[in-house]
């Protein structure tokens, strides 16, 4: 029976119950809803036909339907497929049977649903608090309904729990959330020998911010503002995922020269992170050429960034059914992206002649494939290790399906293989851009989106410098956001790096930590 | 007596005075080899006033020995400077090559000691990775200093001057060169500029002090950084001894700063190495010197 499509197997069931079939361009949307007795069996269906986690949320509907709701969202590889698993739950004693042990990349995903809705996953392997610390009082959810976004919480004593490593010789080595440098913060306890590393634990969401609350409620244009300032670096991303959720919401296609100009901006976002990130894995070592020239160029980018948009970081331009405000400049800069890719060209042959570089960098943080694959990495860190999983490919978006562009991977594993990556995925990015510049044709910018149906679910998603950045929207009334959740890059590599760390010693986390470039504002939205 | 007085006072304060320039020529270089245009050539001074000018902040889980520290790191090594003569003068007879090793070793041990005692994380990785870094410099700053030492036929730092100036001192040089990236705790040893703490070697033992007391952690540092350079200087490239005072102060500034400007450039063009392969460094180091003295003996 594994033989069959899954959701066939399923919607003749008769207590599931096969809510509807869409599609949207090329890809395919599938929405089953489950009852909670299934849901494992399920689950454990798709894992066996190869599908990936997506992402994963919460609902609560007690004031509505007097019920909880869990969407699980996967994606078949090859089939061009999402579905999305509906499980209703009580509304008193919300819990089901956790998939971690099965899919170990809901492991972050459950944990924050449950200090969220307090949502309990049965037979979840570590349950300990991840989005809420311990001053955060019991039996207050934020996300619940009934939790008002102004509420004042009380603080109450508690501390970081973390699982402890024992033994002689063993030091543990508190570092953050405040660091000497001008980052974000986040708490790392690093268990050491001399300076071996045995284990490495992190906790984060030190400055969580409530967004997906705030959308909550807002008018869908309204919330689009919300989406871009997510992340400073990610904001074109970001807004996309977001207004490609929203259209397929509404059920309108986007004009052609709005899906250029997002694919342009979508890139150049790409590009000045990827080579910003260059140049950032540099200083982990106090490689000074590669420092400097790294931010110059990314400098140059963003200040083309600038002329194209009128903003260096991309922002104001994309809007739920198009683009707002079309891009200057276009034939110059270009042009200039040559110059671009010839200089980054030079500087990275220099910086991968330098045998100082070729040796910090080799055999330090190796992220193994099976672990990239079970934990659910994404990005350049997930293709590094040899997971060939991009979504302009795996589920083409936008115009993705015009361009002619290849999906590097590495084998190792290694900081030289995310260097080597991120240099490579540069390349096939200015190949992209150069055909959307010449191809970009004259045409309306943006739709007009009709009314949205309320309590309808939607995903949209881009495959940002750092992985994929998924935003699953349920519309409320009078066009209103209902529930909002974003799981971005970072939230899927985050578990992951500790990972990567033990085996090496202590002053190469930096390095290793650079190489993965992750985003402490993705994960605290 | 009063004479020799004089002459350790004007050493003296000319190490205080030239130190931070030093370390800003360095700055300034290094700034500009990587297109930046980098801080004013003053900014080391600006820096030192306005910590000595902010109160301490010491914790309170320390003693005596976290406030003591930094007076014995800057008094240690200013009589270091000062047994090295700047200009031509009389011998003090305050000490020689092995004196000056240990003053070095004992700042060093007070430094480690004090970034032990507040008991922070960082203070601590500082410490025992700069225990682990001298255990394997001084042995070759040791026999480097032997080598010529064997060649002058006296460890008296007079009678040692431009003993480096034979073919077998090119190999000391270079062992030499090597104690002194890894002494002032430069690129590819330590990373003076970074802000990456787990990273830290020399900064990481600073990290719990403030104010006045890091000021005067600094200033040590530039100092110790001025005399390991005079020192080379002094070895292999020394003065004419007849020269006037003013002439020789100007010149011995002038070779300082083209040798910061040598550490600049390599600073530069590498990247900070492995902890674990500074063994690999030094032992190159020591071959150096450990081949420098046997040419001494065997041409």
Same mark, same amino acid.
């Given at each position: ?525 | ?74 008094? $240690?090594?200013?009589?270091?400077? $000062? ?50 870094? $001298? ?159 046997? $040419?001494?003996?065997?041409?």
């Amino acid at each position: 029976m594994c033989n069959q499509p899954f959701w066939k197997v399923f919607s003749e069931h008769p207590d599931c119950d096969l809510i509807k079939i869409t599609t949207n361009g090329a890809v395919r949307n599938i929405k089953l809803g489950v009852p909670v007795s299934k849901f494992s069996e399920a689950v454990d269906m798709l894992k066996k036909q190869g599908a990936f986690l997506v992402t994963m949320t919460a609902t609560d509907k007690r004031q509505q339907f007097g019920i909880f709701t869990v969407y699980t969202v996967f994606a078949l590889p090859g089939e061009n497929t999402i579905i999305e698993l509906k499980v209703v739950l009580d509304a008193e004693q919300p819990s089901y049977p956790s998939i971690t042990p099965l899919i170990p990349a809901a492991h972050w995903l459950e944990r924050e649903m449950k200090d969220m809705f307090g949502i309990i996953p049965v037979g979840h392997p570590d349950l300990r608090r991840l989005a809420v610390h311990g001053d955060w009082p019991e039996d207050i959810y934020p996300l619940r309904k009934d939790f008002a976004a102004n509420t004042v919480v009380p603080r109450v004593t508690g501390k970081l729990e973390f699982c402890s490593v024992e033994g002689e010789g063993l030091f543990q080595v508190p570092v953050g959330p405040i660091h000497a440098g001008i980052i974000e913060p986040g708490h790392f306890r690093f268990f050491t020998f001399g300076e071996d590393v045995i284990d490495l634990q992190a906790q984060l969401f030190y400055t969580h911010r409530g967004i997906e609350k705030a959308a909550e409620g807002k008018h869908y244009a309204d919330a689009a503002l919300v989406a871009e300032r997510i992340c400073g670096v990610c904001s074109a991303s970001h807004s996309v995922a977001y207004a490609q959720a929203i259209e397929t919401l509404a059920g309108v296609a986007v004009p052609k020269r709005a899906l250029y100009i997002r694919t342009i901006l979508l890139e150049m976002e790409r590009l000045y992170n990827h080579i910003g990130d260059i140049g950032n894995m540099c200083a982990g070592i106090g490689f000074s050429f590669g420092i400097s020239r790294g931010a110059m160029l990314k400098e140059r980018l963003m200040r083309m960034n600038m002329r194209l948009t009128g903003h260096r970081y991309l922002r104001g331009m994309v809007i739920p059914g198009g683009i707002q405000k079309d891009v200057a400049n276009t034939s110059e800069i270009s042009s200039e992206l040559k110059e671009v890719e010839q200089e980054l060209k030079k500087i990275t042959s220099i910086m991968l002649a330098s045998q100082s570089l070729v040796d910090r960098m080799r055999t330090t943080g190796i992220l193994p494939k099976e672990v990239a694959l079970a934990l659910g990495a994404v990005g350049p860190a997930a293709r590094a290790s040899g997971v060939k999983r991009d979504l302009r490919t795996e589920l083409p978006y936008g115009a993705y399906a015009d361009f002619a562009f290849k999906i590097p991977t590495q084998i190792e594993g290694d900081v030289l293989s995310r260097l080597n990556q991120r240099i490579e995925e540069s390349e096939q990015t200015f190949a992209i851009l150069q055909q959307a510049f010449l191809h970009l044709s004259e045409g309306a910018l943006a739709v007009e989106l009709p009314n949205l149906p309320p309590y309808r679910t939607a995903v949209g998603y881009t495959e940002s410098a750092r992985g994929a950045n998924v935003h699953w929207v349920m519309s409320g009334p009078d066009n209103r956001i209902f529930r909002y959740m974003v799981r971005s890059a970072s939230h899927c590599n985050w578990p992951v790096l500790p990972l990567c760390v033990p085996g090496n010693i202590v002053p190469d986390f930096p390095l290793i930590n650079k190489s993965f470039e992750l985003c402490y504002a993705c994960l605290d939205r | 007596m009063t004479g020799k007085l004089l002459i350790i006072l004007g050493q003296f304060s000319f190490l205080l005075l030239v130190a931070p320039l030093i370390n800003g020529i360095i700055k300034k270089s290094k700034a500009l080899l990587q297109c930046r245009r980098g801080p004013s050539l003053l900014q080391p001074y600006f820096d030192i006033i306005k910590f000595l000018r902010r109160e301490s902040v010491v914790s309170v889980h320390t003693s005596w020995l976290t406030q003591l520290t930094p007076i014995i790191c800057l008094a $240690s090594y200013l009589v270091a400077g $000062s047994m090295i003569p700047l200009w031509q003068h009389e011998n003090l007879g305050i000490g020689d090559m092995i004196a000056l090793t240990y003053l070095f070793a004992m700042a060093r041990f007070f430094l480690a000691l004090a970034a032990l005692e507040p008991a922070s994380a960082f203070g601590g990785m500082g410490s025992s990775r700069e225990m682990m870094i $001298s255990s394997l410099v001084e042995p070759v700053m040791v026999v480097g200093l032997f080598s010529l030492a064997a060649t002058a036929g006296t460890t008296d730092i007079n009678g040692i001057m431009g003993a480096g100036q034979n073919p077998a001192g090119l190999l000391t040089f270079i062992g030499l060169l090597i104690v002194v990236l890894a002494e002032t705790g430069r690129i590819p040893v330590d990373n003076p500029d970074t802000h990456l703490e787990l990273t830290m070697v020399h900064e990481g033992m600073l990290l719990e002090y403030a104010g006045r007391q890091v000021g005067l952690l600094h200033l040590a540092a530039m100092i110790k950084q001025v005399v390991l350079l005079i020192l080379l200087i002094h070895l292999f490239w020394p003065q004419n001894p007849n020269a006037p005072v003013y002439v020789a102060l100007v010149l011995i500034f002038a070779k300082v700063s083209f040798l910061g400007l040598v550490l600049a450039m390599i600073e530069s063009a590498l990247a900070k190495m492995r902890l674990f392969k500074l063994p690999e460094l030094m032992a190159g180091g020591m071959a150096f010197c450990l081949l420098a003295v046997l $040419s001494t003996y065997l041409i």
